[in-house]
């Protein structure tokens, strides 16, 4: 099993970028599943902290609420 390093993965997606993933894995002699591995890795871990999420349904939030007593919102954040 090979082990790409972080410089490797970054040149992949920005040549993914420019080109293709199909083209851009010819050119850096590796699988194309590989570079769409490593964008979706790349595009997980750009969004990890947003709070606005992309589905096959559409856009979706993350929203925490407290309630209270009675089970009605008493915060949102």
Known sequence: MNRYDKAFKEK???LSDEIGPKKAAE???VRSNLIKTVLVLN???RT???HIGVS???KT????TVIDGFGGPSLFF
């Open 12 to 14: 992949a997606v920005r």
């Open 43 to 45: 595009k997980r871990r």
């Open 48 to 50: 990890q902290n947003q």
């Open 61 to 64: 939030t993350k929203l925490h």
């Open 27 to 29: 050119q850096l002699g």
């Open 56 to 58: 096959r349904g559409g």
